[in-house]
C-alpha cells in the first residue's frame, strides 16, 4: 500500500533560517506529491504540489522537487519568518485513482524572532 | 481551486449529544470526504460521500455514529452522534475539485465536555 513519512517535529528556527522537512514516500503506481500546512487554528491549505518526476512545486518561498529514484519531496525554504510557524502535512494521491490522498503525520515547525 | 465553507466552525457539546456539520463548496464536485484530526494527529478519513449514493465509510467509523448526507453536488453535512469528550476532534471536509488535488475547508473544532 502506499505511505508517507515525514520527519520528527517540531522542527524549531531562528527567522531567516533555512528550512529542510524531509518527506519520503512509498506508492504502487505514479503518484501525485502534495505539501499542505495547517496555520494555527485553521484548516488544511495546499501550499504546492508536484504530478510527475523531477517536478518542481513552489509557492510562498517554499519548493519541493519530486525525486522519484529516491522517492522523496522535501519541503524547502531559503529563509522562514514568524508566520511560518505551522504544521506541515507531507501527502501522496495516486494518479487516475480514487484521489483520496495518504497523509503523513505532520511537521510542526516553530519560527522564533 | 475552489471556496469550501464549514460551519460550525467551533463548539462546545455537551456529552450524549449530537451535532451536525455542515459543508458548502462553491462549485459543483462529485467527490466529497469527511476527515477528523485529533489533538495533536495527522488526518483520519472518515467517510467518502458522492452524490446520489450512500456515503463509503472507513474502518473504524460507523454510519450510526457519524450519519452523512449529500443531497446535491455542492453540500454534505456529517452528524456526530450521542457525542462522548473521545470525540473531540477537528472534523475537516474536503473535495476533489480536478488536479488530482482535494482542497479542504477551515475546519470545525468540537469540544465535548
Known amino acids: 500500500g502506499n505511505s508517507v513519512t515525514q520527519m520528527e517535529g517540531p522542527v524549531t528556527l531562528s527567522e531567516e533560517a533555512f528550512l529542510t522537512i524531509n518527506c519520503t514516500y512509498t506508492?504502487?503506481?505514479?503518484?501525485?506529491l502534495f505539501w499542505y500546512v495547517q496555520y494555527p487554528g485553521e484548516g488544511l491549505q495546499l501550499l504546492l504540489k508536484a504530478t510527475k518526476a523531477d517536478d518542481k512545486g513552489s509557492n510562498k518561498g517554499f519548493e519541493a522537487t519530486y525525486r522519484k529514484e529516491t522517492t522523496s519531496f522535501h519541503l524547502e525554504k531559503g529563509s522562514v519568518q514568524v508566520s511560518d510557524s505551522a504544521v506541515y502535512f507531507c501527502?501522496?494521491?495516486?494518479?487516475?485513482?480514487?484521489?483520496?490522498?495518504?497523509f503523513g503525520r505532520g511537521t510542526s515547525l516553530i519560527v522564533h524572532p | 481551486s475552489a471556496v469550501i465553507s464549514q460551519k460550525p466552525s467551533r463548539d462546545i457539546c455537551q456529552r450524549g449529544t449530537s451535532l451536525t456539520i455542515q459543508c458548502q463548496v462553491d462549485?459543483?464536485?462529485?467527490?466529497m470526504f469527511w476527515y477528523r484530526q485529533q489533538p495533536g494527529q495527522s488526518l483520519t478519513l472518515i467517510a467518502t460521500?458522492?452524490?446520489?449514493?450512500?456515503?463509503?465509510?472507513e474502518s473504524g467509523f460507523v454510519i450510526d455514529k457519524f450519519p452523512i448526507s449529500r443531497p446535491n453536488l455542492t453540500f454534505s453535512t456529517l452528524t456526530v452522534s450521542n457525542m462522548s469528550p473521545e470525540d473531540s476532534s477537528i472534523y475537516l471536509c474536503?473535495?476533489?475539485?480536478?488536479?488530482?488535488?482535494?482542497?479542504f475547508g477551515e475546519g470545525s473544532w468540537l469540544t465535548v465536555v
Open positions: 474536503s473535495a476533489y475539485i480536478g488536479g488530482n488535488t482535494i482542497y
Open positions: 460521500a458522492n452524490q446520489g449514493s450512500e456515503a463509503t465509510y
Open positions: 462549485s459543483q464536485v462529485t467527490m
Open positions: 501527502a501522496l494521491s495516486e494518479t487516475g485513482g480514487s484521489y483520496i490522498p495518504t
Open positions: 506508492a504502487t503506481g505514479y503518484p501525485s
